[in-house]
């Protein structure tokens, strides 16, 4: 999801995978609207495999907030609450701030993205971090189960 030449210092991550753009907080809540208007979301970046899932997990729990795809389907962003790329610790995903950039819902808010899960059609405002923080696990948990099968 990032354009060549982005500076990414400011992510805060625990794995190899790297998030494609930089995205930083601004002081007021994160509501769809406001992801649609001004976009002062953080942004939580998943391995398309495991985001996939957690998208379903959170649909079925009514609680996914707008999420992107980059063009190449090999990761999926979550629209999280300003803040939350502070503390964001989740193995194989980043987390990145706005740095106040605005989130427009069309076009999507990065070149080479679109909506898996548009504003508008969201369940939340943006993803609950603790509520995704449980449901990349229990994905990575159901992958692995998968991958054992195999």
Known sequence: MAEAGVDISSSRTTALHQPREDHSPSPSPCSA???VEAGPCDLVTVPARQGLEAVDIL???????????DGECDTLGFL??????DAWDVPGSACTQSHGRGFPADPPPIAGTGWLVAPEAAFSE???PAVL???LGEAARTIAAVDRCR
């Not at 649909?59 to 795809?69: A, C, E, F, S, T």
């Not at 999280?80 to 790329?85: E, F, I, L, N, Q």
């Open 59 to 69: 649909r079925l729990r009514d609680g996914v907030g707008p999420v992107l795809h």
């Open 133 to 135: 923080r449980a449901a």
């Open 33 to 35: 609207q406001e992801a």
């Open 126 to 128: 943006a993803t609950d």
């Open 80 to 85: 999280v609450p300003p803040g939350t790329a």
